[in-house]
């Protein structure tokens, strides 16, 4: 098949698909916030575990998260990094959503996600069992507001890190996130969000990561719903934390297209997507640090 053949191919496949999450939404409403269902326990601490990692390999190195404050922005369906940051040695963590998702999980689950995790102190991992089976604890707390107000959420308390997965595409405004986040943002305080920048829906994301990139506005526009990907680029989300005088604000690309699918990913996207040099990257961190010093 042609390379035109194959982008036309594409472009109306998405728009089913486009039309699919759409309807979705409608009828189910923000359901299925990763790929790992509810129900599969052991998918749920693999993805737990990966992500954790991942959030800790972005940390400074000179940073300790003992006694640190932590937030969580957007947690989906458990908030079982908070029991690994606890289990790390934090001293508290608070998770924030727009959803309830993660509202009815079940504390059998954190036991079985400490069983797993051989980071920390004995004494750390001890205090986070206590701490996550005890119903509404400060130190592992969780609250959710359909108008995201992050300093509302936030109840008057301020962190020493803030951290996200898959979440900052999903907001309707980064910038007014970001300005929320810095409110509650201590001096030095570290800022790491992973950010998923491909199509999500599942198949097509694997035919053509950037399928979303395809439309033009007013027609990607047309199947919005809440949570649908904002299609912000890397530079995008870079301005919105140097507009909020964060210091050493950088992307860090994870994953890029595979070289097989590059002509076809790069081909037919709309403006301003097309031709953008940054195209090839899926997804990556955005790390940042608020000015100031810790004290601590
Ligand atoms: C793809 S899920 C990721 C969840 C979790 N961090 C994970 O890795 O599984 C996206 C998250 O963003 C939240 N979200 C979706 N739309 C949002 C919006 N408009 N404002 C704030 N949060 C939103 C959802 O509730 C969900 O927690």
Redesign the pocket.
């Known amino acids: 098949m042609t390379l035109a053949l194959r982008q036309f191919e594409m472009t109306v496949l998405g728009l089913g698909f486009l039309g699919l999450a759409w309807s979705k939404a409608k009828l189910r409403g923000?359901a299925t916030?990763?790929a790992v269902s509810k129900s599969d326990v052991e998918g749920q601490i693999a993805y737990l575990l990966d992500?954790f990692g991942s959030l800790r390999r972005f940390m400074p190195p000179e940073f300790d998260l003992r006694g640190r404050d932590v937030l969580e922005l957007?947690?989906?369906?458990s908030r079982g990094n908070g029991v690994l940051f606890l289990a790390m040695g934090a001293r508290s963590y608070h998770a924030i959503?727009?959803?309830n998702?993660a509202g009815d999980e079940d504390p059998v689950f954190y036991e079985l996600l400490l069983d797993r995790f051989a980071g920390g102190t004995e004494a750390d991992r001890a205090r986070a069992r206590v701490v996550t089976s005890t119903p509404g604890a400060r130190e592992f707390s969780y609250a959710v507001g359909p108008d995201?107000d992050i300093p509302g959420l936030a109840g008057g308390r301020t962190f020493d890190l803030i951290v996200?997965?898959?979440?900052f595409e999903?907001?309707?405004s980064v910038p007014d996130a970001v300005a929320g986040l810095t409110q509650v943002a201590r001096p030095g305080c570290e800022a790491i969000h992973i950010i998923d920048l491909q199509t999500h829906s599942r198949w097509i994301r694997e035919q053509d990561p950037n399928n979303i990139y395809r439309y033009p506005e007013a027609i990607y526009r047309l199947f919005r719903f809440?949570?649908q990907p904002n299609r912000l680029r890397p530079a995008d989300y870079i301005a919105a934390f140097k507009a909020q005088a964060w210091g050493d604000v950088r992307f860090v690309p994870s994953r890029t297209v595979d070289p097989a699918l590059r002509d076809i990913s790069l081909a037919g996207l709309a403006a301003p997507f097309a031709g953008q040099g940054d195209m090839i990257v899926l997804d990556g961190a955005l790390t940042a640090r608020h000015p100031g010093w810790f004290d601590g």
């Open positions: 923000y916030p990763n992500i957007s947690p989906g369906a959503d727009v959803f998702l995201f996200s997965c898959a979440a999903h907001y309707d809440p949570g």
